[in-house]
């Protein structure tokens, strides 16, 4: 089966950078995707790492260590707007579903 | 492009009422899914279908039951609600399960079961 972990809760200041981190255990690897939910909202898709290395989308950055089993989630210039959820998530040995990691809660002050 | 609907948006039931909860997407994807979604608990699989006509259980299927009769729509069943299915319901769809095909969520449905 596939499991995985993330902090439950990162704090941090407007304009910092974030980094969240998520480690796996999986029977088969497929890649691993993160989404973002803010309160009361829908989970909404920022991005997928299949293979190692560091994916850029404006200011939020994905990095993969297969190797490692881990990946994280780099927020840079953080903006109020920032403070939500985001959950990791790799996809099942079937190649149907996707299992979710618990969140992360990022708060971030003014 | 309406993408993932969800109805109703919110629900209160008694103990042992029955409801279904509907999903409609506009997006032609052969995968749907249902979730919920509870406080510190992420988001857990009820019940997913893989093409119209086709269902199959998740991680959380106890209590639920669900049919796919159009590609289009996903319908979760509730036949007697307890106060242990309160919870936010999303429902989510995809392409066929290509690699990096997100996978697109509805608004969610609020439920509580008093």
């Known amino acids: 089966g596939q499991s995985l972990e993330q902090p439950s809760e990162v704090t941090a200041v407007e304009g910092a950078i974030v980094q969240i981190n998520c480690t796996y255990q999986t029977s088969g690897f497929y890649g691993l995707s993160w989404y973002q939910q803010h309160d009361g909202g829908a989970p909404t898709f920022l991005s997928y790492?299949?293979?190692?290395g560091l994916e850029e989308t404006g200011r939020f950055s994905s990095f993969l260590s297969r190797s490692d089993s881990y990946g994280y989630l780099l927020l840079q210039e953080l903006q109020m707007k920032d403070s939500a959820s985001y959950f990791c998530?790799?996809?099942?040995?079937?190649?149907?579903?996707?299992?979710f990691g618990t969140g992360t809660r990022l708060l971030v002050s003014p | 492009n309406a993408g993932v609907t969800q109805t109703p948006k919110f629900r209160v039931l008694k103990t042992g009422q029955s409801m279904t909860l509907l999903c409609a997407q506009d997006?032609?994807?052969?995968?749907m899914y249902w979730y919920r979604q509870d406080p510190g608990m992420g988001l857990r699989l009820i019940h997913y279908?893989?093409?119209?006509?086709?269902?199959a259980k998740g991680e959380v299927p106890d209590g639920y039951n669900v049919s796919r009769l159009k590609k289009q729509n996903f319908l979760l069943g509730l036949e007697s609600a307890a106060p242990s299915q309160t919870s936010v319901y999303f429902c989510?769809?995809?392409?066929?399960?290509?690699?990096?095909?997100?996978?697109?969520f509805g608004d969610g449905t609020r439920l509580s079961i008093l």
């Open positions: 790492n299949a293979l190692d």
């Open positions: 997006m032609n994807h052969e995968y």
């Open positions: 998530a790799v996809r099942d040995t079937g190649f149907q579903k996707l299992v």
């Open positions: 989510a769809s995809s392409y066929v399960g290509v690699d990096n095909q997100p996978q697109h």
């Open positions: 279908s893989v093409g119209e006509g086709t269902t």
